[in-house]
């Protein structure tokens, strides 16, 4: 039985996100090319090889991206990306992430994180849409639902996206979750 491996889902891929530096992209192009190649050859191995190292690439641009979602910190705090994060997601079942640490100028810190295409999004799915009946606080912002419980803030966004925060009261993590763009953010990776 023969097969046929097509490539030219990759670059489409590629242009669906959002522009990187060109020296990941070629090293994206590059390895794509390189695995098409060994594919040709019948290297498979080596192919595979590629595709997942064009793969890993194509995950930090994801992240990167989900990254910039990561509000500013407020004036007079300090915020401090998370570069671990992603990494934690390949023994939660993958998918991307991105996290921050905030400071306030008396010492009060938030932690905040996004997570996209990871399976714990879709099981926390229901513990958000029931929040009320399970004792929480429903707050929002804009049309979107913040189900709040002590120092702790969650939101699903576009069904895919989770969005956590929590180490404050419940009103300073609103302030800092006020500043997120819903909107952009339920298109993410689309």
Partial sequence: MMRFVHFGAGAALLALLPVAASAQEDEITEALDAARSAYEDGDIQ??????????????????????????????????????????????MGGGVGAGADYEGPDGETVSM????????????AGMIANAAMMGMTVERVGRQRIALQDDQAMALI?????????????????SLIEQVDFDALTGFGQ
């Fill in 46 to 91: 080596f192919a595979i090889d590629e595709l997942d190292f064009a793969r890993q690439r194509l995950l930090e641009l994801k992240t990167d991206a989900l990254e910039r979602f990561l509000p500013e910190a407020p004036e007079g705090w300090s915020r401090e990306i998370d570069t671990d994060m992603a990494q934690g997601l390949a023994f």
């Fill in 113 to 124: 994180s996004l997570m996209a295409d990871n399976p714990m999004v879709a099981s926390m």
């Fill in 158 to 174: 576009g069904n895919r996206v989770l969005l956590q925060a929590e180490g404050a009261a419940p009103e300073v993590l609103m």
